[in-house]
Every structure is written in C-alpha cells, then in structure tokens.
Nanobody, 118 residues
Framework: QVQLVESGGGSVQPGGSLGLSCVAS????????MSWHRQVPGKKRERVAA???????ILADFAKGRFTISRDNAEGTVYLQMNNLKPEDTAVYYC????????????WGQGTQVTVSL
C-alpha cells in the first residue's frame, strides 16, 4: 500500500504557472504508474497525465503543450508543471498510483485546489 500527499496548489491568474508535487510513501514507488487527475464539482474526475516507471507518458489533449509530468523515483515524487493556465483548469487536482500501468489508480491523494481567475 502507498500513501500519497499532494502539495503546490493555489490561485493564479490566467496565463500563469503552477507546479504540483506528490510524495509517495509506504511502498516501492517504482512499481507504480503515477498520474494526475482533476475534478470540478458535478463533473467526473478526469485524467490529466500519467507516467510509468520507465517514464512513458500519456497526456490529455487539453494538457498537451501546457502541462508536463515527471517523476523522481529516488525521491518517490511525481510532479505536474502547469503553464499557460486557463480558467477552465480550475479544479481539485489528485495524485494517483496504479499497480497496473494506465489503469485507474489503486490509491489516491487527498487533492489540492487549483484556481485560475483574474
């Protein structure tokens, strides 16, 4: 089992940048495919990006060209760098860990709020 703790959310103006971090503990980090998801009230949670142990990456179409996912296996941390943020990026962002690559996460963090507004 793995525990996930996100940090780095906050408020930013449109066009700004934010970096999220997710620290994993409790299990062998490298065996998990890590991902970021987001959710707004009343809508389904959607995947933003995912990265395998070998750093293969999947990005949602809305994230391409603006968001970057990376991981540091030695530190047990996954990152999401978000640039050129838009108001529609406003959501709670969740870190996830999946034992089977690209599946829905088996474990979730508590979420961190990202707000993009003037």
């Amino acid at each position: 089992q793995v525990q996930l703790v996100e940090s780095g959310g906050g408020s930013v103006q449109p066009g700004g940048s934010l970096g999220l971090s997710c620290v994993a503990s409790g299990d062998f980090f490298s065996k998990y495919t890590m991902s970021w998801h987001r959710q707004v009230p009343g809508k389904k949670r959607e995947r933003v990006a995912a990265i395998s142990f070998g750093s293969a990456i999947i990005l949602a179409d809305f994230a391409k060209g603006r968001f970057t996912i990376s991981r540091d296996n030695a530190e047990g941390t996954v990152y999401l760098q978000m640039n050129n943020l838009k108001p529609e990026d406003t959501a709670v962002y969740y870190c996830g860990a999946a034992e089977a690559s690209w599946n829905l996460p088996d474990y979730w963090g508590q979420g961190t709020q990202v707000t993009v507004s003037l």
